[in-house]
């Protein structure tokens, strides 16, 4: 036989391995994210995307906010449950901003989910409220600041919504990991106003710009399992 041939150790060594293998719980491999990640930018044109066209731009791999220009960019698809990753690089005192769930009409700050894009630690925003900064989920939730590295160096995102979950990490730190199901069902928000897009469950991502020069790359999506609503 075969495995007479074989050295003990080698036995050994192949029973733990199978041991191993069958000792890893079913449950630990289930919570592992289905689905891989998809490009939504392909670094050529602006193939799968919609609006201001004209004031984003492909350079060098890049998509740009053009500087004086750029108002909102985003996706003909629709998305609901998902994980948004991209690494993006702020020239100084720059603004624009991350629409979520967002429709084709309106004014996504408040008919969808915005969240800021903004060298908020520039000397001519100090009078910031705390849902402005970085990352915060504009007029409903504040980040926590000091996540960014200065400006003109690329910085990372992840921006995952699951029902009415929102968490956001910049460069490997969680700024805002929030429920935004209490301002969906009446409470009142910090900022005073209304935000119907809170209630959304799916629509367009895509950047928001106000004029400044702001560098996208690496924008990839990975579609998320439907979370049970509260």
């Known amino acids: 036989m075969v495995l007479s041939r074989c050295p003990m150790w080698h036995v050994v060594l192949v029973a733990a391995a199978v041991i191993t293998l069958q000792a ?4 630990t491999r289930a919570e592992e994210p289905a689905g891989a990640f998809t490009s939504l930018f392909n670094g050529k044109d602006l193939s799968g995307w919609q609006g201001d066209l004209a004031g984003y731009e492909v ?34 005192g720059a603004n624009n901003g991350l629409a979520i769930r ?14 800021q894009i903004l060298d908020d630690g520039h000397p001519k925003y ?4 705390p849902w402005q900064t970085h990352g915060s989920i ?5 980040a926590a600041r000091d996540c960014l590295k200065p400006a003109g160096e690329w910085n990372t995102e992840e921006v995952t919504v699951q029902g009415t979950k929102v968490k956001v ?4 730190k969680t700024i805002v ?44 999506i990975r579609e998320l399992a439907a979370a049970k609503l509260p």
């Open 59 to 92: 350079v060098d791999g890049e998509l740009r906010c053009k500087k004086g220009a750029g108002g909102g960019l985003l996706t003909t698809k629709e998305f609901a449950d998902c994980m948004l990753a991209f690494e993006f690089r702020l020239t100084p």
């Open 169 to 172: 990490v910049v460069n490997g």
């Open 138 to 142: 504009y007029g409903v939730v504040a």
């Open 177 to 220: 990991d929030a429920d935004i199901a209490p301002y969906r069902d009446g409470k009142a928000t910090p900022d005073g106003r209304p935000h119907p897009g809170l209630a959304r469950t799916q629509g367009r991502i895509g950047f928001l710009g106000h004029g400044d020069e702001v560098h996208f790359r690496n924008v990839r």
């Open 24 to 27: 890893v719980p079913a449950a």
């Open 102 to 115: 967002a429709p084709t009409t309106g004014d996504p700050a408040f008919e969808a989910i915005e969240l």
């Open 126 to 129: 100090g009078d910031l409220q």
